[in-house]
């Protein structure tokens, strides 16, 4: 036997019982008490503004109160187990509901000491003699202490298995309805906004956030989430856990960020990428962007790419080129020849001078150097291509595009 639980003396348990009824025939002042001291130790606003969480409160300070009372009346000082009572799991889950949870230690602790108090009021008031004081007071008050910290592992167990079932039930809606407008079937859009708590009307940007193969560490996906809504200046977002290492997400933007700012404010989450979507309109943006997104985290996954940022756009036609990557893979060797391993540098020169649209000034100024230096890299180019670059510069853009990504660190 657990010798802290062995049952004290008779004089002991008498007193504990003497100290109980006491408690009892006060009880509506003491809950009165213990109400308050709750409450001013809560923080939850939402507990102290709502009359039927001030109420539901009042019960579950009652029901644990009573409860530790009848316990110490039928066995003095011995350990009470924990309160398992209908009305207070209902408290719980209404807390859930309203993203709170039930360790809630400032409330805990306030009624815990209103009532410790309440109850040395009542040991002086029992007895003079202060070998039986001390003895009453340790068996008291761990009993009460181990009351509470028990009472608060149950009830925090009951509450984690309630998220636990609210969560998947909500994700398995929602996974539900994704699915229907992804793949296009009829479904209302009242309905289908009621159950994923957004809007479908204007625009849509979707975004997949994914971990690195071997991170398990699923918690920085919530954080890049938040990264991504606070870079779109967006009101809300829509998430979907996807799978354990993989979050959908849905944002009210017309625009996606910019790679670079992207990948500075993710520099703090590692492991973690970003694939967007298009911006995209209503119920078919919807899909559309999401499609788009996952378009550009495939490109990714086919080329090897160690991106940790790629946009929908600036990929669209490596995806069209990487649907077959043999064929890809040759298509590079046969337009770029030798430029296809040549320096970094000189292939980002040649990309970015078409993307200037041939203008070598323009060019020297994006790269931050002088236009002599762009034009002998121009030439030393097209010493390595095939054919002269001005003759096929779509050609070479594309191919330079998928060895760019496939290049990126």
């Not at 410790?116 to 009453?136: H, I, K, P, Q, Y």
Request: with cysteine; proline share 4%; net charge negative.
């Amino acid at each position: 036997m657990d010798p802290l639980w062995t049952r004290p003396s008779d004089r002991i348990c008498e007193l504990i019982r003497v100290v109980t009824e006491g408690m009892l025939a006060s009880s509506d002042e003491i809950i009165d008490e213990l109400q308050l001291a709750s409450q001013q130790g809560t923080r939850y606003p939402a507990i102290v503004d709502d009359p039927e969480f001030v109420q539901a409160d009042r019960q579950m300070g009652k029901t644990y109160l009573f409860h530790w009372l009848s316990s110490n009346l039928q066995d003095p000082g011995l350990r009470v187990p924990p309160c398992v009572d209908s009305g207070v799991r209902q408290y719980a889950r209404d807390a859930v509901r309203r993203g709170m949870d039930m360790n809630d230690l400032g409330s805990w602790r306030g009624a815990q000491h209103t009532m410790w108090d309440r109850w040395v009021d009542g040991c002086f008031a029992a007895t003079s003699d202060l070998t039986e004081l001390r003895a009453l007071i340790k068996v008291s008050e761990r009993s009460v202490s181990t009351f509470i910290d028990d009472s608060i592992l149950e009830l925090n167990a009951y509450v984690d298995q309630e998220r636990t079932e609210l969560v998947r039930g909500v994700n398995a809606q929602r996974q539900a309805t994704v699915q229907l407008l992804l793949e296009g079937a009829p479904i209302g859009r009242t309905l289908a906004e009621t159950q994923l708590g957004y809007s479908l009307a204007g625009s849509h940007l979707a975004a997949i956030i994914w971990l690195d193969s071997n991170d398990d560490d699923a918690t920085r996906l919530d954080a890049a989430a938040e990264v991504v809504l606070r870079l779109c200046d967006a009101p809300r977002r829509l998430t979907l856990n996807a799978s354990t290492a993989t979050l959908w997400l849905w944002l009210p933007a017309g625009v996606a960020p910019q790679v670079q700012r992207c990948e500075a404010a993710l520099a703090e989450l590692p492991g973690v990428h970003v694939a967007f979507g298009r911006p995209a309109r209503d119920l078919d943006g919807f899909r559309r962007s999401h499609l788009d997104a996952a378009s550009a985290q495939r490109v990714l996954a086919r080329v090897g790419s160690a991106r940790r940022v790629v946009r929908y756009e600036d990929v669209a036609l490596v995806a069209v080129l990487t649907t077959d990557m043999a064929q890809a893979d040759q298509f590079v060797a046969d337009t770029l020849g030798d430029l296809a391993t040549a320096d970094r540098v000189l292939r980002e020169t040649v990309l970015t001078y078409v993307r200037e649209r041939f203008n070598g000034s323009s060019t020297a100024e994006r790269m931050f150097t002088h236009r002599n230096t762009i034009e002998r890299r121009l030439t030393r180019a097209d010493q390595l291509l095939p054919q002269p670059l001005a003759d096929d510069a779509a050609s070479v853009v594309a191919a330079l595009s998928l060895v760019a990504l496939r290049d990126s660190p």
